[in-house]
């Protein structure tokens, strides 16, 4: 097992829900890209749409956070989720369905990340490898 830095990004990203918190703040990124939009369609609510860079920046953040504290990403996820859909009045419909949809689904899969559990494929093959070796079952 090699030790540069591509197995300490891994070590590092087997430790937090990466690609909830990445597709959360990707989400923003989007939403914050199209305000910015030349377009006629452009909605704008409140003081200059201040609502429409408030909350894709808070979706940022947000995605960042669960990043870097992981062991508070139920909240961070929750707040992630609601600013979301909040974005589908005050941001061009969730920056045309495209960073609503990121943020939620980058939200649900911080939310239902559990630190201590062990990946799916080992488990599969251990109970696998398990019938082998139990041999025929006689009633």
């Not at 939403?31 to 609502?51: F, P, R, Y």
């Not at 920046?57 to 947000?62: N, Q």
């Amino acid at each position: 097992m090699t030790n540069g830095p591509r197995a300490a990004f891994r070590r590092w990203r087997a430790n937090r829900p990466f690609w909830g918190g990445l597709l959360l703040a990707l989400g923003g990124a989007e939403i914050l890209l199209t305000e910015k939009a030349s377009l006629k369609v452009v909605m704008h609510i409140g003081m200059q749409g201040v609502a429409g860079y408030l909350l894709p920046t808070v979706m940022v953040l947000c995605g960042l956070l669960v990043l870097f504290n992981p062991t508070q990403r139920l909240f961070y996820s929750l707040i992630g989720i609601l600013t979301s859909l909040g974005t589908w009045l005050t941001s061009n419909l969730g920056g045309f369905l495209i960073g609503l949809l990121l943020g939620a689904v980058g939200s649900c899969l911080a939310f239902g990340w559990l630190p201590d559990q062990e990946p799916r494929r080992g488990v599969l093959r251990r109970r696998r490898d398990r019938a082998r070796t139990a041999g025929p079952a006689v009633s």
